[in-house]
């Protein structure tokens, strides 16, 4: 039997969020998200040291900050230089249900010029998400030609 390079229900690029709280973290993305928990180990005391989780058909890994291991979260940094894209079959919804857990407004939802419907929350960890439904195929030269009408 042949271990696969990649392993099975992975993709090749996979986020991990270093987080602080990491079982509060957990519960937050299963009540925002819908995350469904494939692997968690705790360190002993309690706190995370690797968890994986599954949102849709994509993994998503997270641990605790942990100085040991030079990881620290987007609260102790004061903020992140990245944001997660998740798209959903109803963002209308899914942006509520995001609030409601305990996420943050950022950017409102609204149909976007390159064919989405998105809107961006800061979860309670530091982290962005941007949450979209994809609801028109735009051709490049009309992407082009409405982002140039944009900033006319």
């Given at each position: 039997m042949t271990v696969k390079a990649i392993p099975q229900g992975h993709h090749s690029l996979t986020p991990y969020l270093i987080v602080q709280d990491g079982a509060a973290a957990i519960d937050f993305y299963q009540r925002a998200f819908g995350a469904e928990v494939t692997l968690r180990m705790d360190m002993p005391g309690g706190s995370l040291a690797h968890a994986e989780l599954?949102?849709?058909?994509?993994?998503?890994?997270?641990?605790?900050?942990?100085?040991?291991?030079?990881?620290?979260?987007?609260k102790t940094l004061g903020g992140t230089p990245l944001s997660l894209m998740l798209y959903l079959p109803d963002v209308d919804s899914a942006f509520a249900k995001a609030i409601a857990a305990g996420a943050t407004e950022l950017m409102p939802l609204k149909d976007q010029f390159y064919g989405d419907r998105s809107g961006t929350v800061l979860d309670p960890f530091g982290h962005q998400w941007t949450l979209g439904t994809h609801i028109e195929d735009v051709g490049h030269e009309e992407l082009q030609r409405r982002m140039a009408?944009?900033?006319q």
């Open positions: 599954k949102i849709g058909d994509s993994p998503l890994m997270l641990s605790e900050e942990n100085p040991q291991w030079q990881t620290q979260s987007p009408a944009m900033f």
